[in-house]
C-alpha cells in the first residue's frame, strides 16, 4: 500500500480527491493512544480544514473516496 506524505504531494492529492472523487470518508486515528478512530463524511475540502484544526499534534487522517473503499493506492495520509 502506498500513501502520500510529501507536502507539496499531499496537497495536490487531496483536492484531487476531492475535486474528482468527492464525498470522501475521513478516519482520524490517534497512533500510541489507544483510542478507537474517529469517522467524518466530508462533501467539501473546507469541511477537512474544519477538522484539521482540532487535531493535536501526533494525529494521521486517512481519505478515501467513498466511491472506491477498496483503492489500490492507500488512500492519502496526512499527519498533524
Do not use: Q
Amino acid at each position: 500500500m502506498s500513501t502520500s506524505v510529501v507536502p507539496a504531494v499531499r496537497g495536490e492529492r487531496v483536492s484531487a480527491l476531492f475535486d474528482e472523487k468527492a464525498p470522501v470518508l475521513v478516519e482520524v486515528r490517534f497512533p500510541g493512544m489507544g483510542t478507537s478512530p474517529d469517522w467524518y463524511f466530508c462533501r467539501e475540502e473546507e469541511e477537512l480544514d474544519a477538522i484539521r484544526s482540532r487535531l493535536g499534534p501526533g494525529a494521521e487522517v486517512r481519505l478515501h473516496s467513498v466511491w472506491d473503499l477498496t483503492d489500490p493506492t492507500g488512500g492519502v495520509v496526512i499527519g498533524k
